[in-house]
């Protein structure tokens, strides 16, 4: 049972990040379908940070630059990704619609190619990931694997989850980036530059889904890489509608969706099909949800206004 | 008088693709004083005051805050030399409530705290007599609640030249003398307001100075007080026009429709229409007054069939055969054959009456093309009825293949019109059909109208001027939140009685429906 949670737990936390960014950019108005590309590229790019990094420094290695330099490597290649997106929708006013899914194709075969270059296994470097960020956490017992038991990434994800609730919601700048989202001409009107506010939104958001990419390879697989980090992706574009747009309520649909994710490996006599259907119900779950938030219409729980839609100031 | 002059346009000139929205503009404002600026539909009113705040930026010219010459690149420009505008589309984030738009945009000191915001827009409402509740939601707002969080959010930035784009289109003649007295309090508060305006009796009564533009370029400005509506719109058109609307007696009036206890309800399962009854006649024109979406629209989309009922009847009667018939349970193809028309013409006019990439041809085939059978399109009669059209009506288009999109309003409007009056309707409503045309073009579509009420047509006429209403129409019905409040009749009529009708209820309402 505690294996189950655990293992639920750290899958749970990549679905954090990946929405937690996918949020960020989404209140901003961008519908970013490349979600998965970023993902995928983040992935890549911090592994071939630390493939890199290794084969340089051979044994004499330092773990601190071990996990750091793979987080730096997978929050620059999300924000490329999220550069190029803004750079096509905002700059060149292209449909997001297209432009997301063009990112996903794109983002996915380009990490392929990249992850082709490097080494695949990680196992070496992925402990340094995993291994609890308390020290004397596996001496509490099952509290202590539970709740303190984990690598640097759960934690993290958590903590910007939370803080990008608070920025939302309690800050001046949460408070613009909300209205560029609902109603760009009231924003620039007011005089904030939605163009700007779109671009660091969309770079910062797509950054955070990259490492949701990073740490479903490092943390949930070990440093195995396998090529089916665009599924998490789109889950992770689930799960910012289950949610309704709120991180922190993301804290435990994360949960949820992680629980429903690995569930068959934990429920013995499953066959490999059965396997299979048991990863749709996050899916399931979520049209179920889009349902019952139609059917009573709140205002609070509904996208962002002006989402994939482009803005042009002088529009007529 | 030698009051300073705070804002000064010269020479601005703006155009977009081919079209000149300005040319040579210019423009005095000095402190202390309400200034109207009056133009036709399409004469740069707002494209001028876009400029000075900022949305649009000039092609040449300049601009003068205070003696000193400006650049206004942004809103943001705009809000450091204190000018603040009021859209007429409010540009205001639906989500939020009143506190978090003002406090949109603004980079004050120290952390942002919404209580600081809250106690600062309490300040002001009590200043300048605003009645608001800070923390309610825009989407919830009436919309002379979201204007006033507009004004709120001008004077919150410390603005000292406020611009307002057509204020009362969308105002009750009470809540109009409620924003007329703010806006003296403003002036003598030695702030400048510049209000754009097409209503000469507000001109009149409100305004200080008036400055004029004709098609982009200003014609004069002149003091208020020198003025009278015939020289006001003298300037205006170029030319002495007579804006006299010819109301006959009605011929022979018989009951058309007869419209008893409709009721229907919105998906929330608000009533939208609560029991409301009333008798249309041949050869007469009922307007229908109200404040914007207190159901006119759902009235006449159930009289179509386009909008579902739970209760009540319409009883057509048949001019030619006296023969009764309950609309109620028939579809819009039905009602249709019958001979009801409905002109409707929403905020988007394209959205209900015609096809926006079309030509004028197909969108007259668009009525007609049940009546062909054939595998193939005729296009000849839809064309010869397009040319009808166009030249009957005096429509600006280079010919009738152009898509209809690329019309201004007014011709959309007449090309709307005119199609289904071409279908010789028996009933013929029209909702807001003079929306957003100037005044031309607007005496145009009365004149149609008065014309099939001659012929015997029983007109239903849905309008937001209660001057016009009460210069056209035989009988008014006073429509709010989906009840009728009163009929009264058009030659009789006084305006602040079908003001009071437009909102009075509404505490009595609320009562009745608590108690």
């Known amino acids: ?316 | 008088m030698a009051k300073p002059v705070a804002l000064e346009c010269r020479g601005v000139t703006k155009t977009f693709g081919r079209v000149v929205a300005n040319k040579n503009c210019d423009l005095e404002v000095y402190r202390g004083e309400i200034l109207a600026i009056l133009g036709e539909n399409g004469s740069g009113k707002t494209t001028l005051m876009n400029m000075v705040a900022g949305i649009y930026y000039p092609d040449a010219g300049q601009i003068f805050v205070d003696g000193q010459e400006v650049t206004i690149a942004s809103p943001k420009d705009a809000f450091a030399y204190k000018i603040g505008m009021i859209h007429q589309h409010f540009k205001l984030v639906d989500v939020f409530t009143a506190c978090e738009n003002v406090a949109l945009g603004v980079e004050d000191e120290g952390r942002y705290r919404l209580a600081d915001v809250r106690k600062k827009v309490i300040e002001i409402t009590q200043r300048y007599g605003f009645v608001i509740d800070p923390d309610k939601r825009v989407a919830d707002m009436s919309v002379s609640e979201k204007q006033t969080v507009e004004i709120i959010k001008v004077l919150y930035r410390g603005a000292d030249i406020l611009i307002l784009d057509e204020p009362t289109a969308v105002l009750t003649p009470q809540e109009t003398e409620k924003l007329f007295a703010v806006l003296r309090r403003m002036r003598e508060d030695n702030k400048s307001v510049i209000i754009i305006t097409h209503k000469l009796h507000e001109v009149l009564s409100l305004s200080d100075r008036v400055a004029v533009l004709r098609k982009g370029e200003s014609v004069g400005t002149i003091e208020t007080a020198d003025a009278t509506e015939s020289s006001l719109t003298e300037m205006m058109m170029g030319v002495k026009v007579e804006l006299n609307i010819e109301r006959s007696e009605p011929k022979d009036p018989q009951e058309r429709l007869k419209v008893e206890n409709l009721c229907s309800v919105n998906e929330e399962g608000r009533a939208i229409l609560d029991g409301v009854s009333f008798t249309a006649y041949s050869g007469e024109i009922l307007g229908i007054a109200g404040i914007a979406g207190s159901g006119q629209r759902e009235l006449l989309e159930a009289i179509a069939g386009l909008h579902h009922l739970t209760e009540g009847d319409i009883i057509y009667q048949d001019p030619k055969t006296g023969k009764t018939e309950d609309l109620r349970d028939k579809n819009p193809i039905q009602i249709r054959d019958l001979g009801v028309r409905l002109s409707f013409v929403p905020e988007d006019r394209l959205g209900m009456g015609l096809v926006g990439n079309m030509d004028i041809v197909d969108n007259m085939m668009l009525r007609s093309y049940q009546k062909g059978h054939g595998f193939f399109l005729h296009r000849r009669e839809p064309r010869d009825l397009a040319v009808n059209i166009v030249e009957q009506l005096q429509v600006a288009t280079p010919n009738v293949s152009t898509p209809v999109r690329q019309l201004s309003g007014g011709n959309v409007q007449k090309v709307l019109v005119g199609r289904e009056i071409a279908a010789a309707p028996t009933v013929l409503m029209a909702a807001y059909p003079v929306r957003g045309l100037d005044v031309n073009a607007s005496y145009t579509i009365y004149n149609l109208l008065n014309r099939q009420k001659e012929k015997g047509v029983a007109v239903i006429f849905v309008g937001e001027d209660l001057d016009v209403l009460m210069e056209l129409c035989d009988r008014i019905m006073v429509i709010n939140s989906g009840r009728v409040t009163g009929i009264v009749d058009g030659r009789t009529a006084r305006k602040d009685e079908i003001g009071l009708l437009m909102t009075k209820s509404k505490e009595e309402m609320q009562d009745g429906e608590n108690g």
């Open chain 1, 1 to 316: 049972m505690i294996a189950f949670l655990v293992s639920a737990i750290r899958l749970g936390m990549t679905f954090l990040l990946g929405s937690t960014g996918e949020t960020i950019t989404e209140k901003a108005g961008h519908l970013n379908l490349g979600l998965p590309g970023v993902m995928c590229m983040g992935a890549a790019c911090g592994c071939y940070a630390e493939y890199a990094y290794l084969t340089d420094a051979g044994m004499e290695y330092s773990p601190l630059q071990a996990v750091v330099i793979p987080i730096l490597a997978a929050l620059l290649g999300g924000a490329v990704m999220g550069l190029l997106f803004s750079f096509f929708t905002v700059t060149l006013r292209a449909n997001q619609n297209v432009t997301g899914l063009a990112i996903t194709t794109f983002g996915v075969g380009l990490s392929e190619y990249i992850i082709e270059e490097a080494d695949v296994i990680f196992s070496k470097a992925s402990k340094h990931f995993t291994a609890p960020l308390i020290p004397f956490a596996e001496d509490l017992g099952s509290f202590g694997k539970l709740v303190l038991g984990y690598g640097i990434f759960v934690y993290l994800a958590l903590a910007i989850a939370l803080i990008t609730t608070y920025v939302l919601n309690k800050t001046r700048v949460g408070l613009h980036l909300r209205a560029v989202g609902e109603n760009p001409a009231t924003a620039d009107a007011a005089g904030i530059n939605v163009s700007r506010y779109r671009y660091i939104a969309t770079c910062i958001g797509c950054g955070v889904a990259g490492l949701g990419g990073l740490s479903f390879i490092m943390d949930y697989l070990n440093g195995m890489w396998e090529y089916c980090v665009d599924a998490i992706g789109w889950l992770s574009l689930a799960l910012v509608i289950f949610t309704v747009w709120k991180p922190n309520w993301a804290i435990l649909g994360s949960l949820v969706f992680g629980a429903l994710y690995v569930a068959s490996s934990y429920i013995p006599g499953v066959s490999f099909a059965g396997k299979e259907l048991f990863k749709m119900l996050p899916y399931v779950v979520t049209i179920l949800v889009l349902i019952v938030t139609s059917m009573r219409n709140r205002r609070e729980n509904q996208p962002p206004q002006s989402l994939g839609l482009s803005y042009f100031r002088e529009d007529r």
